[in-house]
């Protein structure tokens, strides 16, 4: 396996990313908006006392690292897996000497990387104008790394197996549309998932998307309980080899009648 | 006269050109529900924690809510395609066809704003209709004639207020070409997606003042539950008319700068 072509192709699409930095810096500006609408909901709500458990203050410190982690795992890379095979484009991917999933996790990381670069001053800021109250410890620390690392893996792959889809269908990119509303309403946006309504609550505890997003803030701010955890943590790892093992038998499916000219 | 009669000549073109794509309807159909049942649920998760949000009630922020989809629906029904083909991506001024436009016997700014229509927009009105009745039927006060009629002119401002700050973003094409102005601008919007008053002060001030997005869906729903001051009124109908004449001054004077693109 070729891995230090991958790590080239990697770093040439990072530096080629930099050179359209503010295109992306406007890109993830929207991406930010709906989260920080309802922090500013939440918070406002919440008033001088408490809400769901929260105070204003660490409703603030909840939603700002929820911005980090939903940038952290949003796949943008999925939107264009569709193009990239009704295109053509895919026979580039085919040709070079290395494992054709080294592309999309080329634009991943460079995706990462521009955006992060305007995300995080701009989290600071927020950090400081708003002052947000965060208790946590080291454990728990290590713990959300942990489940945001795993949380990457299940979105990013959730994403490639819908993307995949455009081998059969033009519309594949229907289902990522209806995988971001369905992150929002479930993956702890719209709110903390404690906080929805029990329909939503224990659906949201099933499905992966919490796993994607909202998890991993739960454990930060300690509103899991130990029992809570563990199975939050064994949803989750079941999804992600899910999301692995369904990209790959898609993949091999979707390759074998792959057909395109050119390119 | 004779600008309706090409407005529905406009109309008949749009609706030719749009059925030809048959498979588009079923993927819009989605958005426009997503988009709908996301926003509604959205209110419904906050109500289900709390009676009351800073003054506001269930039905009255569903309100807000129901003119917001309102005022985007007649945005994608001509304003925004039509200013799109304009100055959006590969838009006229882009690909230099403006020259052709610029040759027409009648007002640049009028072919701008109206000449290409998006019918399946029609729907959205539909929706954002339905959410308004549903959230006036479920206010604890009676609807009077003099709220609706209120409502109803309001919301006309407020819709002019909108197409005057698109118009204004779209004339910046002339020095800038790109869509990133008015991609801010969407993320901005989204603000108005609930009530003025439940932002922090200086969010309200900047929505009011510098970006007036929050005056655009806020003030409708204040005249709907009654109790929007005349005041107000004159308000929004100054605005309204400043915004328009200021925006229509500065695309005229934008369009001298234009230098054509073909050789």
Known sequence: MNHRGGWALIKSSWLSWMQYSSFFFILVFGWMITPLIYMLVWSGAAGTGTLGGLTSGEFIAYYLILILVNQLTYSQTNWTVGDVIRMGDLNHWLLRPMLPLYNPLANEVAGKVVTMIFVIPI?????????????????????????????????????????????????????????????????????????????????????PFRFMVGFPVEILLGQISRQDLLIGFVYQAIWAVFAILLSAFIWRLGIQRYTAVGG | MRYLRLIDRFIKVSFVEEVSYRANFWINLLHSLLNLITGVLGVYVIFGQIDTLRGWSYAETLSVLGVYLTIQALRNLFIGPSLDALAGMDGEVWSGNLDFTLLRPMSIQFLASFRRWRLFALFDLLLGLGVLVYAAISMDQALSISNIAMFLLTLLFGAGILYAILLAFSALVFWSPGVMFMWIFDGVFQLARYPLGLYPGWVRLALTWIIPVGVITTIPAQALRGGLSMERLAFSLVMAVILILCASIFFRAALRRYASASS
Do not use: C, N
Request: aromatic share 16%.
């Open chain 1, 123 to 207: 989290a600071s800021i927020l950090a400081v104008v708003l002052r947000p109250e965060l208790h946590t410890t080291w454990d728990k620390v290590v713990l959300s790394l942990l489940a945001l690392a795993f949380a990457w893996l299940l979105r990013f792959f959730w994403g490639y197996w819908l993307a995949l889809l455009a081998f059969w269908t033009a519309r594949a990119d229907a289902l990522l549309a209806l995988q971001d509303s369905l992150v929002f309403l479930m993956a702890g946006i719209v709110a903390p998932v404690w906080m929805l309504p029990a329909g939503f609550k224990l659906a949201a505890s099933v499905l």
